[in-house]
Each structure stands twice: as structure tokens, then as C-alpha cells.
């Protein structure tokens, strides 16, 4: 029997819905849950994805790709590329598993709500393949660094990350619930596939990939282009959803939650990503910096992408160009300088050499920056090492659960932006922070910063044990410098000429 093309069945098979007959529309797709936008069935069955697979071609795919990453993970199990990597390269490895490898398994249930609640046929198919490919992220994510963790007690917060108290991780859940957890179908595929994964996730993983490359580690370079060719497709689920939006009059509602999904992902990559990129990447192995990767393959694509969609830039998008030369410098001193509080190593990144290549960069990083790891230097430099580290919490934005910060320097800016809501004072980060605040201020008000939690009594006893004890950090777990402050015997040396001359 002949077989049909597939072109000749699939947009039949693929739209076919139900008039449901034993319950109401609202029972089969309840509002809360399936966030219709008041629109009528038919206008949701318009949806029409870019991205066509059918499940027989999903399987064959995905099976080849896995079949790709494992046997390359099998091929370079004796090459010893863990022991002999860059310390930096291992934090980065590290950092990444912990963030994203239990969320991938969080993904899965959300693309599971489009699934089952989206009334657009169209994202209902897409999303079955998307649920099951957040599931093969997961599981990769979890197994690859299972090897390490006899060898390095950090690699097991891949695991144990997402349980744990730690302020990063407090940091990472309180965006992806808000994206992914506790939102309805369409808002899901807006903020999750459309803001997350087209404006971030997907250039990240090929800027990650190409960095591995570069590091020499065929295994995690294969593994996370495994995983992004799955990204650039189910991230094209929202796409479509916003176009019904807008050509329905819900404009005001789609580019609300862009804007809203597009600044917590900012934030977060500018402690994760950037400082891998500007601080953790051997100097030799840098393509370009974070800020020009930003640019290039952030900003530029995803301003074509809403341009194409009929949206406009978000309204902060200046105070987001701006913050690309400024938040991850100081996100990654906060997490170095806290460094016993993260389940990775931080390298400090700031060799001379390094700090003339930051300061092409981002001119001015010496005056400003470079500052304050001046003093770090003259600590670590003269064995004060109890100055080297923190005495106090940081101040944390209610928003984003990351550190306040300003650029230091003559125009030092730090600033707090306060808000009071029904009684309690909340401090935010950024007027964009404070802003998506009042968005929604009962989805956010209840929230404990970690700082909140300090304050409270909430960590005993109220000191760094208290807290370490707080975030689950085991001993021979919590952070340091990742090189053993090697990197400091240049200044050593340049202290002993100086004295000599």
C-alpha cells in the first residue's frame, strides 16, 4: 500500500479538535489553567507552527542525537578530561548542571500544560514533543556529571540543587515558578518558549557549545548541542500564540509578559552566563566577551524576532543595553567574594593580563571594578585572608532575589528603588524590578528574600555556619577560588620587584 506524503495528512491530523458534548468548554480547558484570553475555539485553532515534526520523525531524530551524545560520552571516558581541565571550566560545568538540569525536568511540566490546557491543536502536538524533550534534557543533565561526583563533591549539586536554600538557587526558582509553574498554557508559551528559551536559552547553548569546544570538552560541547537543536524547535511554540494574541486585541497582555519574562532572564544570566564568559573562560579560549555576545546574538536576534511579531522593544530595553557593560561585573565579584555560599568554585579571572582584556572590553572596568579587586589582591597578596572574605549578607532585591548593585568608582550609582504593599516595605533592584513587582503584586508579595529569612530568625545560628547550614552546603562543597589563588603571585612577584627597584 502506497504511504501518503506527509504534507498530504499532517495539517488534518495535527488541527483536528472536539465540540465537547458530556462537559462545558470551561470544564475541558478551564481559564485558569488554559489563559483563552476570552478568545473563541476557532480563533485558537488558527495557530499555525513554523516547525512541523511528526512523532515516527521526533523519535528518529531524538534517538540518533542520543545515540551521537552517548557514544562520544563513551569514546572519551578515559581521556581524563575532568582531572585535566581548567579549574575555571570545571566551575563552569559545575554552576551550569546545578542551575538547569532539574530545571529541565520542571520545563517538562510546563510544556505539559500546554499539552493538556492549550485550546490551539497546533500547540498541543508541538508541546508533546517539547514535554518529552525537557524530560531527555533532564535526564542527560542528570547523568553525564554523575561520574564526576566521586571525584568532586560539588558536581553532586546537579542533583541537590533544586532542593537546597542556597540564595542562587532561591534566586533560579523564584523565576522559573513564576515562567513556568504557576502560569497558565498561553502565558507559558509566551514567557517560557518565546521570551526564555528564543530570546536566551538557545543562543546560550550554542555560545556554551562553542566555549566546551574551545575547552577542549567533546563530551559537554556534543552534549549541549544534543540539547539545543531540541531548544531551537519547541522554542517556536509561543511565536504563533502571540500573533493570535495580537490580531485578537490582546497586544497590551502578550507584551506584558515578554517584558516581565525577558528582564528575570536578564538577570539571571547576568550572574550565570557572564561571569562564566568574562571571568571563568581561560583567557586563551575567548571568542568574545559577554557584552558582545549579548549584542550580537541576543539583542540583535531577538529584536528582529519581536519586530517580526508586531511587538514593541520592552520599554526598558536602554536600561537593559546598559546594564550589559555593567550587572555581571558586579554579580560575579558578589559571588566570588561570597564564594564559600556556591556549589562551584569561582575563578577570579582578574590576572594583569586578564584585566587588560576586560578593560578592552569594557573601558573603565580598571577605575571602577578593577577598584575593589584591588583590594581583594592586597588581602589575598599579604595573607589577610579573613578580609578576603564577607562578614554581612548582601542586599537582595525582592524581585529578582539577587544582589543590589551599582558600578563602583567616582559615579558610584547603587540604588534602591522601595516599594510598600500592604503594610511591608519591599526593596527592588531596578525601577524594571519594582515595576514587574506591581505587575502582579499578590504573585510576588509573600516571598522571603534570603535576606528576609536572616532578618526573620529563619537561619540559626545567625552567622556564615548559620547560613551555609541554611543553604545545605555540606563541608567540601562550599566554593573557593578556583585556582588556589594562583593567579595571585603575579602581584606577589610585581611586590617584590617594586621593592627591589
Known sequence: MAVLNRMDWYDLARSTNWTPTYVTEDELFPPQLAGAFGLPQNAWEKYDEPYKQTYPEY????????????????????????????????SVMKAHYGAIARGEYAAASAEARMMRFSKAPGMRNMSTLGCLDEIRHGQMQLYFPHEHVSKDRQMDWAFKAYDTNDWAMIAARHFFDDIMMTRDAISVSIMLTFSFETGFTNMQFLGLAADAAEAGDHT??????????????????????????????????????????????????????????????????????????????????????????????????????????????????????????????????????????????????????????????????????????????????????????????????????????????????SEVDRWVFEQEPERYAGHLSIVDRFLAGMIQPMNLEGALAYMNIAPGEMGDDAHNYAWAEVYRALRETRKAG
Open 220 to 429: 559537554f560541547a556534543n552534549l549541549i548541542s544534543s540539547i539545543q537543536t531540541d531548544e531551537s524547535r519547541h522554542a517556536q511554540i509561543g511565536g504563533p500564540a502571540l500573533k493570535i494574541l495580537i490580531e485578537n486585541g490582546q497586544k497590551a497582555e502578550a507584551q506584558k509578559r515578554v517584558d516581565i519574562a525577558v528582564w528575570g532572564a536578564w538577570k539571571l544570566f547576568s550572574v550565570l552566563t557572564g561571569p562564566i564568559m568574562d571571568y571563568y573562560t581561560p583567557l586563551e579560549h575567548r571568542k568574545q566577551s559577554f557584552k558582545e555576545f549579548m549584542e550580537e546574538w541576543i539583542v540583535a536576534q531577538f529584536e528582529r524576532a519581536l519586530t517580526d511579531m508586531g511587538l514593541e522593544l520592552p520599554w526598558y530595553w536602554d536600561i537593559f543595553l546598559k546594564d550589559l557593560s555593567e550587572t555581571h561585573h558586579g554579580m560575579h565579584l558578589g559571588s566570588y567574594f561570597w564564594r564559600p555560599t556556591v556549589w562551584w568554585n569561582p575563578a577570579a579571572g582578574v590576572t594583569p593580563a586578564e584585566r587588560d582584556w576586560l578593560e578592552e572590553k569594557y573601558p573603565g572596568w580598571n577605575d571602577t571594578w578593577g577598584q575593589c579587586w584591588d583590594v581583594i589582591i592586597d588581602n589575598v597578596v599579604d595573607g589577610n585572608m579573613a578580609m578576603a572574605y564577607p562578614e554581612t549578607l548582601p542586599y537582595v532585591c525582592n524581585m529578582c532575589q539577587l544582589p543590589i548593585l551599582g558600578t563602583p568608582g567616582k559615579g558610584w550609582n547603587v540604588k534602591d528603588y522601595p516599594l510598600e504593599y500592604k503594610g511591608r516595605l519591599y526593596h527592588f533592584g
Open 59 to 90: 523519535v528518529k531524530v531524538q534517538r540518533d542525537k542520543d545515540a551521537g551524545a552517548y557514544s562520544v560520552k563513551a569514546a572519551l571516558e578515559r581521556s581524563r578530561i575532568f582531572e585535566n581541565a581548567d579549574p575555571g571550566w570545571k
